[in-house]
């Protein structure tokens, strides 16, 4: 059964990281979408140079560009979304959109606890300046492969690197560190909401960005609700695990879980 796929981007990215997926599920008859960011609808050499357009972006607006563009669609889509993205795909389910959502990797919602030293070394890139809140800031090659390539050599974390990072806003890091102090936090979702969507989390046994002892607190919480809600951790995977070797069994598993999910919420009760 062909589905309308919607592929959310996380922070330091665009959707130049979906491009195989892109490519994947669209062989195999799916109608593929990978919007970008508000304001981030431009080239890699473009962002770089000028993130005025974006700088300012947080949980809320960048959710709500998503809700926008799938509202406008003619039925519900797949939402899969990493690292920040998937953070998103949650909001967006608990809003009541989507078929079926997989978080992979995601940035932690309000409530969970666990935050690793890998996550706060990744984060306080941005964190350990206040300013930084309110504009973008980019990885340094080491930066990044620390964060995203530690299980691929120096030379291929480069290559990514070069061809795919951009400087990524501040704002919603400060959102998700500062999340469980606040009431009305952007990353907060009812994780007693019982029709939401069916949800499979992700999570990467090696990945210092969002570790998997984040993501397990994730699907602890996201289990309060009645709805589907699974979980599949991957032990030797890293926050680049759309990308680096072996991605084609995750995105095999994300597909065929959330299109039979998908099929089974069509089914007239």
Not at 12 to 29: A, C, D, K, N
Not at 82 to 109: E, N
Request: aromatic share 8%.
């Amino acid at each position: 059964m062909s589905e309308t796929i919607v592929l959310v981007h996380g922070l330091w990215m665009t959707p130049l990281s979906w491009e195989q997926w892109v490519e994947r599920f669209g062989g195999r008859g799916h109608d593929v979408r990978a919007p970008a960011w508000p304001g981030m609808d431009r080239s890699v050499e473009s962002l770089r140079a000028d993130t005025a357009s974006y700088a300012h972006l947080g949980v809320t607006e960048i959710t709500d560009h998503y809700e926008k563009l799938i509202r406008e669609l003619e039925s519900p889509p797949i939402i899969m979304g990493h690292s920040f993205g998937g953070l998103v795909t949650q909001l967006l389910l608990d809003r009541g959109l989507g078929a079926a959502g997989v978080a992979i990797h995601p940035a932690s919602p309000k409530g969970v606890l666990a935050v690793p030293p890998s996550s706060v070394r990744v984060a306080s890139v941005a964190l350990r300046n206040p300013a930084n809140r309110h504009r973008a800031q980019m990885l340094t090659a080491k930066q990044f492969r620390y964060a995203f390539g530690n299980t691929l050599s120096e030379a291929e974390s480069q290559a990514v690197y070069e061809r795919q990072a951009v400087p990524g806003p501040g704002r919603p890091l400060f959102q998700a560190v500062s999340a469980n102090f606040s009431p009305n936090a952007a990353t907060k979702i009812d994780f007693h909401n019982d029709t939401r969507a069916p949800l499979l989390i992700l999570g990467g046994g090696k990945d210092h960005t969002v570790a998997a002892a984040s993501t397990r607190a994730n699907f602890k919480l996201q289990s309060k609700s009645q709805a589907v809600t699974e979980y599949k951790e991957y032990a030797d995977r890293s926050h680049y695990t759309c990308g680096e070797p072996g991605w084609e069994a995750v995105a095999d598993h994300a597909l065929e879980w959330a299109v039979a999910q998908a099929a089974k919420r069509a089914i007239p009760h």
